[in-house]
């Protein structure tokens, strides 16, 4: 399986298990003692289940994707201490342990979301390509806009998610179009665009040295 559908899937998995730590939490502080304690034992099985996807999930992306960043750490850091905190918590009943369970939790999932986001801010102000207003540079220009941007940046070298600076990328014109073709860990595939397209794209790239 390719890997952003991994990463859509971790992300479905990880709002999953949020909402139901959020659930069990309003149960704990609400009070609601036999409503939790039911709530625990019906969705036990899922709940493992549930947990083993997530952390399976995780382990691969890291292992297979790119190198982390700063705020990718502290994220991980923040769900692997959220779970001893969540355990004990709920078993002994614990309120402000259950809390700083789930707000570890929300946390790392709003570092998450901004590290995605700050990039995308960044680097979103257009390369000046005024002179350039036909033939395959605007052609790869046109599609490099679409779909190429928010990962790797106006110039090529914004590195979101890891994505690799392409100012400096020392493929071939036949590996690049590889690449855009069958995607990377972190890079998803683009089999939609066309042969003519992707010399487009390579040509586009080749000015952004
Ligand atoms: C979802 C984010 C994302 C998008 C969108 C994206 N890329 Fe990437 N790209 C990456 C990542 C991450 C890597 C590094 C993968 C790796 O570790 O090999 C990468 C690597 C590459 C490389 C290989 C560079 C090298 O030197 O190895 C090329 C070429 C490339 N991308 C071109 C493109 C083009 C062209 C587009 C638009 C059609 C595009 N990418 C869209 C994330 C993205």
Redesign the pocket.
């Known amino acids: 399986m390719e890997y952003?559908k991994i990463v859509l899937i971790h992300r479905i998995l990880v709002s999953l298990f949020l909402l139901h730590y959020v659930v069990k939490g309003y149960f704990l502080i609400a009070d609601k003692k036999e409503t939790l304690a039911g709530y625990t034992a019906k969705t036990k099985i899922a709940e493992m289940v549930l947990s083993a996807l997530f952390l399976a999930s995780g382990i691969y992306l890291v292992a297979a994707g790119?190198a982390l960043s700063m705020l990718m750490y502290i994220k991980l850091a923040l769900v692997f201490a959220s779970i001893p905190l969540a355990i004990i918590g709920f078993k002994k009943g614990n309120k402000i342990l259950a809390i700083i369970a789930i707000l570890f939790l929300i946390a790392a999932y709003g570092l998450a979301e901004i590290s995605a986001k700050h990039y995308k801010k960044e680097d979103k102000k257009p390369v000046d390509t005024s002179n350039i207003t036909s033939g395959p540079v605007a052609v790869g220009q046109d599609?490099?806009k679409a779909?190429?941007l928010?990962?790797?940046g106006a110039k090529g070298d914004a590195g979101?998610?890891?994505?690799?600076?392409?100012r400096i990328?020392?493929?071939t014109d036949d590996q690049?179009k590889d690449?855009?073709h069958n995607g990377?860990?972190?890079?998803?595939p683009?089999p939609a665009?066309e042969e003519d397209q992707l010399n487009g794209?390579v040509a586009y790239?080749r000015t952004l040295k």
Not at 184 to 188: L, S, V
């Open positions: 952003h790119p599609i490099y779909k190429c928010d990962c790797h979101l998610a890891g994505a690799k600076n392409l990328t020392q493929l690049i690449v855009i990377r860990p972190g890079m998803n683009f665009i794209l790239i």
